[in-house]
Each structure stands twice: as structure tokens, then as C-alpha cells.
């Protein structure tokens, strides 16, 4: 049984930086799309980060890039969210999510719990 659990959401000034993590247990296989998830208020649930496993490429949102970095320990089973240099619109639940038999991170068939993220001075 697959499982994902976020940790590492909380409250940081804007330009502050922030460190989100999600242990995966239970995924099989080499074939698959793990991805960091934004929910902002009145907002859809959106990726912001991919990796794909069998090549471990990662995609960004334009919106994220150069300034979020997402990476994985795969001794620890963890994947990272590095946040930096936030703003008040990266306030939201941060959620990871895993795509069976996929390179891109649409369609999930896991999610975690979420982390709240909010950014305010």
C-alpha cells in the first residue's frame, strides 16, 4: 500500500526560505511520476515539481523555477521541496503525489495528507 506523508510546512516571512519533505512508502516498480502539489485558497490542486523515476528527470512550473528545487534521498525514501525565496502567493497546502506507469505528474493515484504553507510578514 502505497503512502505518502508531508512534513515541514509552517509560517515564513516572503523571501524566506522553507523545506518540505514527503516519505514515501509502499511504491513498486521503476516506472512512475512523483510530484510536489499547490493548493492555493479557491485555487485547483496544481504540480509544481515532477520527477520522474525511470529517468529521474524533474520538470518545474515557470512560475517556481530558480527558485524552488525538489530532489529525493532515496536511502531515507524522502523527497525534498527546497522554497526559497517565497511570496505571499506560494501560500497554500502543499501536497505530494504519486502517477503509476508515468512520466508527467497528471491523473494521481496517491496523495498525502498536505502541509500548510503560508507566507506573510
Known amino acids: 500500500q502505497v503512502q505518502l506523508a508531508e512534513s515541514g510546512g509552517g509560517e515564513v516571512q516572503p523571501g524566506g526560505s522553507l523545506r518540505l519533505s514527503c516519505e514515501v512508502s509502499?511504491?513498486?516498480?521503476?516506472?512512475?511520476?512523483i510530484g510536489w502539489f499547490r493548493q492555493r485558497p479557491g485555487d485547483e490542486r496544481t504540480w509544481i515539481s515532477c520527477?520522474?523515476?525511470?529517468?529521474?528527470?524533474?520538470k518545474y512550473r515557470t512560475y517556481v523555477e530558480g527558485r524552488f528545487t525538489a530532489s529525493r534521498d532515496d536511502a531515507k525514501k524522502t523527497m525534498y521541496l527546497d522554497m526559497n525565496t517565497v511570496a505571499p502567493d506560494d501560500t497554500g497546502v502543499y501536497y505530494c503525489?504519486?502517477?503509476?506507469?508515468?512520466?508527467?505528474?497528471?491523473?494521481?493515484?496517491?496523495w498525502g495528507n498536505g502541509t500548510l504553507v503560508t507566507v506573510s510578514s
Open positions: 520527477i520522474a523515476n525511470r529517468d529521474n528527470s524533474i
Open positions: 503525489g504519486v502517477v503509476m506507469d508515468s512520466y508527467y505528474c497528471y491523473g494521481v493515484d496517491y
Open positions: 509502499g511504491v513498486t516498480g521503476e516506472h512512475y511520476a
